[in-house]
């Protein structure tokens, strides 16, 4: 089963990297956002599981921002609030969220509702399978491992960067990620000025399996917008 994305909606730096490790250390796939336009631009480039959100955001304000998310579809949401009311805790019930919880609260009690929460939504039938093992051009990712293996069957663990921007851009190829893409998938944060994590990270991919770094035949860079799998998947 694909790893569930969990989005951070919170305004408060500290706090939305802390979430961020939290969610991270449990094994989630996770992104953020600091107000609801960008929750809205993050809802729309990946396909979210959790939100896990603060109602006291800047601009529209989280009892705003689940009221239009729940008119559009159903995702599992988790308000956090330093509101310590109980009638904006049965508000934002009654709005959509799943569940609420008052700041400060126990990192452990919010992951483990978080997980009791997925296992209700996520756990569904898909209609498309996503492979464990993905074959390409004679090679192999395991997504269990993340060995990539070479069609002579020499075998190397990638890290957790590398494998997640290989397997984003195998699972839809074709497809054109921007570097802000990229970034949020493989570490859960936003670009930085100047930031050149995603390039290194690609030119590392590539010195896997590309026989000329130069004209490189798998991983292509498309100039001003990102990278995109050119290569072949091979179907079972």
């Known amino acids: 089963m694909q790893t569930p ?9 500290v706090t939305r990297s802390n979430l961020v490790s939290l969610f991270q250390g449990e094994g989630y796939d996770v992104i953020e956002a600091i107000n609801g336009e960008e929750m809205n631009q993050r809802l729309a480039e990946s396909k979210v599981n959790l939100i896990v959100m603060d109602i006291n955001l800047p601009g529209k304000n989280g009892l705003i921002l689940a009221r239009e998310l729940r008119q559009k579809e159903k995702i599992g949401l988790i308000f956090l609030t330093g509101r310590d009311s109980e009638v904006d805790r049965i508000l934002g019930l009654e709005i959509g969220a799943d569940d609420y919880l008052t700041k400060p609260f126990n990192p452990r009690e919010l992951t483990i509702r ?30 269990n491992s993340r060995n990539l293996t070479s ?10 960067g590398e494998y997640r921007a ?24 936003e670009l930085r000025p100047n930031d050149r994590t995603v390039d290194v990270t690609i030119r590392r991919i590539r010195k896997h399996f590309e026989t000329d770094m130069d004209t490189p035949e798998l991983i292509s860079t498309i100039h001003g917008e990102g990278y ?9």
Do not use: C, Y
């Open 166 to 189: 290989l397997r984003l851009m195998l699972d839809t190829p074709g497809k054109i990620f921007t570097r802000e893409q990229l970034i949020r998938h493989m570490t859960g944060r």
């Open 114 to 143: 978080a997980r009791n929460l997925l296992s209700r939504t996520v756990a569904q039938p898909v209609v498309e399978e996503h492979k464990s093992v993905v074959t390409f051009n004679g090679w192999t990712l395991d997504e």
């Open 228 to 236: 995109r799998f050119v290569g072949n998947i091979d179907k079972d």
């Open 5 to 13: 994305v969990v989005l951070i909606v919170e305004d408060e730096e």
């Open 151 to 160: 069609p002579k069957g020499e075998s190397r663990r990638l890290p957790k």
